[in-house]
C-alpha cells in the first residue's frame, strides 16, 4: 500500500511541477516574441510554442498516470468507486538513512521468517529432548476401582456386593536401541536444519537490509545535491541566458537546452523523493516492524 501511494505521489508531483513549467515556457515565449520584433527569428518564437506544445503532451500523460494510480491504490485499499485516494501536496519523509546494526537487531526480534525458524528450533530442541528420554525404561502404576452390584439381575450369580480394587505395575525396557538411536538422529538433524536455515535467513536480510540502506544513502546524498547545487545554479543559467538572449549574446537553443534541464532536474528530484520514501518503506517491511 505504501508503495503505491508513494506512486501516486510522484504522478501527482509530477503533474504540479509541469503545471509550474508552463508559465517558464510562457515567458520563453514571450521573450522570443520580443527578439523577433527587433529582428530575431521567427524560428525561435515556432520552437518557443513547439516547447510549450511537448509539455501540453506530457501534462496528458501525467494525468493519465496520475489517475491510474489512484485506480490502483484504492482498489488496494478497497475503497467505494465513487472515492477516490488524494495524494498530499508534501510528502512526510525522514531524509536520515537508519543504521544497519540497528536493522539488524530489530529484524532479530521482529522478523516473521526469522520467528518462524525460531519456533520450529524451539520444537525440534523439544522433540530431541524427548527422543532422548527414550533411552531410560518407563515405569507405570496403575489403580482400579470396580463398583459390584448386588442386585439379582447381574450376569455373574456369585456376586456378592463387594467392590473391586485392583493394583498394576509396569515396566517399558529400552532394549530397541537401534530405533531409538535412529529418533535421536532424527531429531538432532531437524534441529541443526532448522539452525542452518535460520542462519541462512539472517544472512539473507543482512544483505538486503545493506542493499536498502545503502540505495537510502544515495537517495539523501543525490537530493542533498540537487538541492544545493544542481537546480540553484541551473536556474542561475537560464536567467543569465535569458538575459544573453535578450541582449543578442547567445542562441535560443542554449536556452532551450537550460530549461530542458532545468525541467529535468525538478523532475529528477520529484523521481528521488520517492525512490527515498519507497526504500525507506521496503527496510521497513524487511524488518518486520517500524524502526
Not at 18 to 46: F, H, K, M, P, W
Not at 74 to 101: F, K, S, T
Request: glycine share 4%; hydrophobic share 40%.
Amino acid at each position: 500500500v505504501c508503495l503505491a501511494y508513494y506512486e501516486l505521489w510522484l504522478a501527482a508531483e509530477l503533474v504540479r511541477i509541469v503545471d509550474d513549467n508552463t508559465e517558464l515556457v510562457e515567458d520563453l515565449i514571450a521573450v522570443s516574441e520580443a527578439r523577433y520584433r527587433t529582428g530575431g527569428s521567427q524560428q525561435d518564437v515556432l520552437r518557443a510554442e513547439l516547447e510549450g506544445d511537448r509539455l501540453s503532451e506530457q501534462l496528458i500523460a501525467l494525468r493519465r498516470q496520475r489517475e491510474q494510480a489512484r485506480a490502483d491504490l484504492g482498489a488496494l485499499v478497497r475503497m467505494p468507486m465513487n472515492y477516490m485516494p488524494v495524494a498530499a501536496d508534501e510528502l512526510e519523509v525522514d531524509e536520515v538513512a537508519p543504521q544497519i546494526e540497528q536493522l539488524v537487531a530489530q529484524a532479530e526480534q521482529c522478523n516473521p521468517t526469522l520467528q518462524g525458524l525460531a519456533a520450529e528450533i524451539a520444537r525440534d530442541r523439544a522433540k530431541e529432548s524427548l527422543a532422548c528420554l527414550q533411552q531410560y525404561p518407563d515405569f507405570q502404576l496403575g489403580l482400579g476401582y470396580s463398583v459390584v452390584s448386588d442386585d439379582h439381575n447381574v450376569l455373574s450369580p456369585v456376586a456378592n456386593g463387594h467392590d473391586n480394587v485392583n493394583f498394576s505395575i509396569g515396566v517399558t525396557l529400552p532394549i530397541w536401541r537401534d530405533k531409538i538411536n535412529a529418533g535421536i538422529s532424527e531429531a538432532a538433524h531437524n534441529r541443526s536444519s532448522a539452525t542452518l536455515r535460520r542462519e541462512a535467513e539472517r544472512d539473507r536480510l543482512r544483505g538486503t537490509l545493506r542493499r536498502q540502506v545503502a540505495a537510502a544513502y544515495a537517495a539523501i546524498e543525490q537530493l542533498e545535491l540537487l538541492r544545493t547545487r544542481l537546480i540553484p545554479r541551473t536556474e542561475q543559467t537560464l536567467t543569465i541566458s535569458t538575459a544573453d538572449y535578450q541582449n543578442e549574446k547567445a542562441d535560443f537553443t542554449d536556452l532551450v537546452a537550460t530549461y530542458r534541464e532545468l525541467l529535468a532536474l525538478q523532475v529528477q528530484v520529484a523521481r528521488t523523493k520517492a525512490t527515498l520514501a519507497s526504500t525507506l518503506a521496503q527496510i521497513e517491511r524487511t524488518v518486520g516492524c517500524p524502526y
